[in-house]
């Protein structure tokens, strides 16, 4: 099967490579980061299935945002095709309280959850939160854009925020192998040669 535009089989006529979706970084204050930069949004979108990537037209790395109740808008989905991800605060994230549920999901992605006064602090390595930003934003972008491609439209332009659980229901084996593919090139080779 060839890589193609439409996703479907290879049928002997003539089709086009699968254009990438162009990633656009948007440069930001020192008090916000990308949790993930170009190259990290272009590996994933690279080992994605031809048919969940089909006609989408961008990834951009965004400024920050919140929504009316002060929670951090993750990642969010501008019209079929655009993918949105929103930069996060540099060192722990001050937040308001976050449901058990909530602040259990963060944990598991490698988060200290602290709480403080009438929120929580939240703190991440920079490992964590990619592998957090990945699973729990970009992937669900991905799979908004798919849905809509396919039809089905849904509400609303927040794809992810804080304080809003994800409703993915994600494996321990999944998060260690998507672990170990956003590590780097040395953390890849010491776990490939601690399989043979």
Known sequence: MTSTDTGGPEDGTAQLPRRPARVIVT???????????????????????????SGLRSVSLLDALSDDQGRLVLGSYRRPGFVRLHATPVGPWHVPALAADDATELRRYGAQVAHRGNGNLVTWTPGSLRLFTVVSVLLPGIARHHRERLGHGEPGAVVRKLGDSSPW??????????????GSESARSAAMRAES
């Open 169 to 182: 229901i994600v494996s321990d084996l999944a998060l260690a192998q998507w672990s170990l593919f956003l």
């Open 27 to 53: 440069p930001l204050a020192a008090s916000h980061r990308h949790p993930l930069n170009k190259r990290d949004v272009q590996r994933v979108l690279a080992v994605l299935p031809d048919e969940s990537v």
